[in-house]
T-cell receptor, first 114, second 119 residues
């Protein structure tokens, strides 16, 4: 049972335009959400996060939106740059035994076309 | 952000041998580290939570005798794949952080990963 879903395996966007990556979750116990960027054969790099008490968090070109009622979050990148091309993973977290455990989606491969 | 290193970055071994992977937090102390596994074009799957000075907590379906985890210090956790077989070939990634505390956050910082190929 996949608790975190990224239904688009890939996305292509023109440089300078907005990239919107979507993520849905099913477990209402998740209280923290994160986006990671990953290149092949490398570990994920943390991008931005949002707690369940907020509905928006912005950091430079990256904005994450959370819709708790729909159990949906999205990552907006604007303007998109060729260096943004990578696989983006959505992760959801809940606290357990003193630590947060992350559940990852399958990722969306973003290609930014110059 | 915090820096986490892994060693080795890749390893090739014969079936039946054991392989040790080290995960270090370089600029902070990590009482908790996590070990993940990623298959090609798949998501990261949490294998276990490594707690300094105590036994690791394994996820369902992960053999604790197969994947030995030791977290002997606040900056080092090791994963040993014992008697490795070709099906153990994968990309193993560790992370640190994600503590629940007044000053903690869910953010985990990941190492660069270790690619294991068992022949």
């Amino acid at each position: 049972d996949q608790q975190v879903k990224q239904n688009s395996p890939s996305l292509s966007v023109q440089e300078g335009r907005i990239s919107i990556l979507n993520c849905d979750y099913t477990n209402s116990m998740f209280d923290y959400f994160l986006w990671y960027k990953k290149y092949p054969a490398e570990g994920p790099t943390f991008l931005i996060s949002i707690s369940s008490i907020k509905d928006k968090n912005e950091d430079g070109r990256f904005t994450v939106f959370l819709n708790k009622s729909a159990k949906h979050l999205s990552l907006h990148i604007v303007p998109s740059q060729p260096g943004d091309s990578a696989v983006y993973f959505c992760a959801a977290a809940y606290s357990g035994a003193g630590s947060y455990q992350l559940t990852f989606g399958k990722g969306t491969k973003l290609s930014v076309i110059p | 952000g915090a820096v986490v290193s892994q060693h080795p970055s890749w390893v090739i071994c014969k079936s039946g041998t054991s392989v040790k992977i080290e995960c270090r937090s370089l600029d902070f102390q990590a009482t908790t580290m996590f070990w993940y596994r990623q298959f090609p074009k798949q998501s990261l799957m949490l294998m276990a939570t490594s707690n300094e000075g105590s036994k690791a907590t394994y996820e369902q379906g992960v053999e604790k005798d197969k994947f030995l985890i030791n977290h002997a210090s606040l900056t080092l956790s090791t994963l040993t794949v014992t008697s490795a077989h070709p099906e153990d070939s994968s990309f193993y990634i560790c992370s640190a952080g994600g503590l629940v505390s007044p000053m903690g956050s869910a953010t985990q910082y990941f190492g660069p990963g270790t690619r294991l190929l068992v022949l």
